[in-house]
């Protein structure tokens, strides 16, 4: 196939359903509406859901006698969410990063989870930092990476050791030093701005590691030993059975260790000294990590699910809420508490992530489970999508990475100038993105905006019909709109004229500084504005409005009374209109048709972008994303 759109018109509709059931809400890993929400259905005015009409029976829109062809999709779901495993967790105070196989790296801001763009592709085994500023990840074949606060970039240690026969399985740093640890007894130490490889008298493989202080740490290893570093010299201690790994240690004080290994093997160090625990697990579990909360409040996670609890002096079986995560496995686990309000993640199989509120562990999703709300581009190469609690997403030409949030406002709309990006959202945020280095800029606004625009300059819509444009995003001036309806989008038109959509079907012009209020025969909510290539103007609304603007006026191309249209892209001829229930229609202006093309099942679409014909993609509620590429 050399073209989309063509192939478009020869689709039907695959998702044709406006109740908002849970099948529109299942997510690419099988994980359905975790936050416990959904989306309320349309309703009509009665009060009642709105039923979509088969196209046939949509008065003046398809002749039902038309001949419509059934294919297969060429639009793929597509995720943020890693497909491997995720190995390992480290949270600061407002942040959490974590790691894994293909040398995945996410990192949590606010409430939802990005990826980060990796300079490997080895499977990250640990990660562990000091800040946000200075963190560590390190892996398969001696791979080591550190964060500076905007770059991943490996490390050069100078040392003359070949690691890459070795996997670097644990990090733990603290007062400017940080330690590695390893198979084959390897362990790599950094201090004041240079590595030394630390002699551990060990030969066995290295599976975790905790400190008390830089001075007093501990390095859980295989043949049911831990290593302890007391000054500078390191000693062995057997602590349980010989067949135990200690993979997950850590360390509330001197006193108070705890660890998790193979074949459900729990250690404890008391005032007494170490002592093999019993988890009570009749499947006997591999445990993989562990946190401790205080001495008498530990949790351990592992294979198949495990979860074990120490309260009081009993460790016991927990069980997983999920329902979709109850049996994967969880290699990584990361807590913190505040005032005594407990809260810790766990990270595992399959992008698996699970949330522990002080109570109950229940599934959460690793992709970015927020609204994406817009999304532009300047190529296939430079692509930015916005969404809700400031998350900023890029996509390179070949993944998609997150930015760093700079605003929890949920940011609704994205326009390109000059080459930057500039993002607009709730409580008049305004957001510069240069590359990858993203700008909350200084305003004076007090109403959310939902929609920005670049041509001569900038316009930003939003609440109460505001208006207000800007040479560089800087510096606001306010355009009278002449209406006092929610103002949804706005564009340029090929004069330079700012044409701006909203609420109760208002379309509102504005030429030379003067507004005017264009009559259009609707009161249906209209929610995007596009110009096409040959510079005829397509709005979308409510009830399936799709509008077109040429030198005759505003006239109704399609309507569908129950379908919610919040999205609308042109390219290559063809226009496409995305929204309620994973739809995507296609108007072919040529030939007057309107069809609507079969995609995966998707929820709820809000808009679409196109590099050209061959490269698109379209984005939606829950961080649902769809991506089309023709190679």
Same mark, same amino acid.
């Given at each position: 196939?050399?073209?989309?759109?063509?192939?478009?018109?020869?689709?039907?509709?695959?998702?044709?359903?406006?109740?908002?059931?849970?099948?529109?809400?299942?997510?690419?890993?099988?994980?359905?509406?975790?936050?416990?929400?959904?989306?309320?259905?349309?309703?009509?005015?009665?009060?009642?859901?709105?039923?979509?009409?088969?196209?046939?029976?949509?008065?003046?829109?398809?002749?039902?006698?038309?001949?419509?062809?059934?294919?297969?999709?060429?639009?793929?779901?597509?995720?943020?969410?890693?497909?491997?495993?995720?190995?390992?967790?480290?949270?600061?105070?407002?942040?959490?990063?974590?790691?894994?196989?293909?040398?995945?790296?996410?990192?949590?801001?606010?409430?939802?989870?990005?990826?980060?763009?990796?300079?490997?592709?080895?499977?990250?085994?640990?990660?562990?930092?000091?800040?946000?500023?200075?963190?560590?990840?390190?892996?398969?074949?001696?791979?080591?990476?550190?964060?500076?606060?905007?770059?991943?970039?490996?490390?050069?240690?100078?040392?003359?050791?070949?690691?890459?026969?070795?996997?670097?399985?644990?990090?733990?740093?603290?007062?400017?030093?940080?330690?590695?640890?390893?198979?084959?007894?390897?362990?790599?130490?950094?201090?004041?701005?240079?590595?030394?490889?630390?002699?551990?008298?060990?030969?066995?493989?290295?599976?975790?590691?905790?400190?008390?202080?830089?001075?007093?740490?501990?390095?859980?290893?295989?043949?049911?030993?831990?290593?302890?570093?007391?000054?500078?010299?390191?000693?062995?201690?057997?602590?349980?059975?010989?067949?135990?790994?200690?993979?997950?240690?850590?360390?509330?004080?001197?006193?108070?260790?705890?660890?998790?290994?193979?074949?459900?093997?729990?250690?404890?160090?008391?005032?007494?000294?170490?002592?093999?625990?019993?988890?009570?697990?009749?499947?006997?579990?591999?445990?993989?990590?562990?946190?401790?909360?205080?001495?008498?409040?530990?949790?351990?996670?592992?294979?198949?699910?495990?979860?074990?609890?120490?309260?009081?002096?009993?460790?016991?079986?927990?069980?997983?809420?999920?329902?979709?995560?109850?049996?994967?496995?969880?290699?990584?686990?990361?807590?913190?508490?505040?005032?005594?309000?407990?809260?810790?993640?766990?990270?595992?199989?399959?992008?698996?992530?699970?949330?522990?509120?002080?109570?109950?562990?229940?599934?959460?999703?690793?992709?970015?489970?927020?609204?994406?709300?817009?999304?532009?581009?300047?190529?296939?190469?430079?692509?930015?999508?916005?969404?809700?609690?400031?998350?900023?997403?890029?996509?390179?030409?070949?993944?998609?990475?997150?930015?760093?949030?700079?605003?929890?406002?949920?940011?609704?709309?994205?326009?390109?100038?000059?080459?930057?990006?500039? +993002? #607009? =959202?709730?409580? @008049?945020?305004? &957001? *510069? %993105? /240069? $590359?990858?280095? !993203?700008?909350?800029?200084?305003?004076?606004?007090?109403?959310?905006?939902?929609?920005?625009?670049?041509?001569?300059?900038?316009?930003?819509?939003?609440?109460?019909?505001?208006?207000?444009?800007?040479?560089?995003?800087?510096?606001?001036?306010?355009?009278?709109?002449?209406?006092?309806?929610?103002?949804?989008?706005?564009?340029?038109?090929?004069?330079?004229?700012?044409? +701006? #959509? =909203?609420?109760? @079907?208002?379309? &509102? *012009? %504005? /030429? $030379?500084?003067? !507004?005017?209020?264009?009559?259009?025969?609707?009161?249906?909510?209209?929610?995007?504005?596009?110009?096409?290539?040959?510079?005829?103007?397509?709005?979308?609304?409510?009830?399936?409005?799709?509008?077109?603007?040429?030198?005759?006026?505003?006239?109704?191309?399609?309507?569908?009374?129950?379908?919610?249209?919040?999205?609308?892209?042109?390219?290559?001829?063809?226009?496409? +209109? #995305? =929204?309620?229930? @994973?739809?995507?229609?296609?108007?072919?202006?040529?030939?007057?048709?309107?069809?609507?093309?079969?995609?995966?099942?998707?929820?709820?679409?809000?808009?679409?972008?196109?590099?050209?014909?061959?490269?698109?993609?379209?984005?939606?509620?829950?961080?649902?994303?769809?991506?089309?590429?023709?190679?």
């Amino acid at each position: 196939m050399k073209r989309l759109f063509p192939a478009l018109l020869a689709l039907m509709l695959c998702a044709c359903s406006t109740n908002g059931s849970d099948a529109d809400l299942i997510d690419d890993v099988g994980t359905a509406d975790l936050d416990g929400t959904t989306d309320l259905a349309p309703v009509d005015a009665t009060g009642e859901v709105a039923d979509v009409l088969p196209l046939s029976e949509v008065d003046g829109t398809v002749d039902a006698a038309a001949e419509v062809t059934t294919t297969v999709a060429d639009f793929k779901l597509f995720t943020t969410a890693p497909d491997g495993d995720i190995k390992a967790i480290w949270g600061s105070e407002t942040r959490l990063y974590a790691v894994g196989a293909d040398g995945v790296i996410l990192r949590q801001q606010g409430t939802t989870w990005t990826p980060m763009k990796s300079p490997t592709a080895q499977e990250l085994r640990a990660v562990y930092g000091n800040d946000d500023d200075d963190l560590y990840a390190a892996g398969e074949k001696g791979t080591l990476i550190h964060w500076d606060g905007s770059l991943w970039e490996d490390v050069v240690t100078g040392l003359e050791l070949d690691l890459t026969e070795i996997s670097l399985n644990g990090i733990w740093g603290a007062e400017g030093h940080f330690y590695v640890v390893g198979d084959k007894g390897t362990i790599l130490h950094y201090f004041e701005g240079k590595w030394k490889a630390d002699e551990s008298l060990s030969s066995y493989n290295l599976g975790s590691i905790w400190g008390v202080s830089p001075t007093d740490i501990y390095v859980g290893a295989a043949g049911g030993t831990v290593l302890r570093k007391i000054g500078g010299a390191w000693s062995t201690q057997q602590v349980t059975q010989g067949s135990i790994t200690i993979n997950g240690l850590q360390a509330l004080s001197s006193k108070a260790i705890f660890g998790g290994g193979t074949n459900g093997g729990i250690i404890a160090h008391d005032t007494a000294g170490w002592s093999p625990k019993l988890s009570n697990d009749a499947y006997e579990r591999t445990l993989r990590d562990v946190w401790a909360f205080a001495e008498d409040d530990v949790w351990l996670v592992g294979d198949d699910g495990a979860l074990i609890h120490l309260v009081a002096t009993k460790w016991n079986t927990a069980e997983i809420a999920g329902p979709f995560y109850k049996n994967h496995g969880f290699f990584g686990l990361w807590g913190r508490q505040d005032s005594g309000d407990q809260e810790a993640w766990a990270v595992g199989e399959k992008g698996a992530v699970l949330y522990f509120d002080g109570e109950t562990w229940v599934d959460r999703t690793s992709a970015a489970g927020v609204d994406l709300n817009d999304i532009d581009g300047t190529g296939w190469e430079q692509v930015i999508a916005v969404g809700g609690d400031g998350t900023l997403l890029r996509f390179d030409g070949d993944d998609w990475y997150g930015l760093s949030r700079v605003t929890s406002s949920a940011l609704q709309g994205v326009a390109e100038l000059g080459g930057a990006f500039l +993002a #607009v =959202g709730e409580a @008049g945020a305004v &957001v *510069r %993105v /240069e $590359d990858d280095e !993203a700008l909350l800029l200084e305003t004076s606004f007090e109403t959310n905006l939902f929609g920005v625009c670049s041509g001569d300059g900038l316009v930003a819509v939003g609440g109460q019909g505001k208006m207000f444009s800007s040479a560089d995003g800087t510096d606001w001036q306010p355009l009278a709109s002449g209406v006092f309806d929610t103002l949804r989008d706005c564009t340029f038109d090929a004069d330079g004229v700012i044409w +701006a #959509v =909203g609420d109760q @079907g208002k379309i &509102v *012009r %504005v /030429e $030379d500084g003067v !507004a005017e209020v264009v009559p259009v025969a609707t009161l249906a909510n209209l929610h995007r504005i596009t110009m096409a290539p040959d510079e005829t103007l397509y709005a979308v609304g409510d009830n399936g409005l799709l509008l077109a603007h040429t030198a005759e006026g505003w006239t109704k191309i399609y309507e569908e009374p129950g379908l919610f249209l919040y999205g609308v892209e042109a390219l290559d001829g063809i226009v496409h +209109a #995305v =929204g309620w229930a @994973g739809r995507i229609i296609s108007y072919d202006p040529n030939s007057g048709s309107v069809v609507p093309a079969a995609v995966p099942e998707s929820g709820v679409l809000l808009q679409a972008w196109g590099a050209d014909a061959d490269h698109m993609f379209v984005v939606g509620k829950k961080g649902k994303m769809l991506r089309f590429v023709d190679e």
